[in-house]
């Protein structure tokens, strides 16, 4: 890593900035309420989790509740949730990482 004083913004998770130097930082009044994944927010990630996203899929129904988070059940990131969520996390679940 050249040390030439300049730092790049890299990453961008939970409202949090990531920069190559490896500092971070939240952004101010925008805290996560949400983990990506944690579809049921029982506060762990596990395949409990993906029987809460294959049924808000079947039933269509997607708004926040006590017991589903949207914003955790877009998996991908891709701003909308799919069938591709459940792979994505169906992977995460198998391999660890996303
Ligand atoms: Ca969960
Ligand atoms: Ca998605």
Redesign the pocket.
Known sequence: MPSNGYHFLYGYENNVLKYTNGAQFVIPGAVADFTRG?????????I??VTALVDALLTGEFDDTDNFSSDAADCDESQDVNISDVTTLVDYLLKGEW
């Open positions: 944690d579809v049921d927010r029982s506060g762990n990630i596990d409990a989790d």
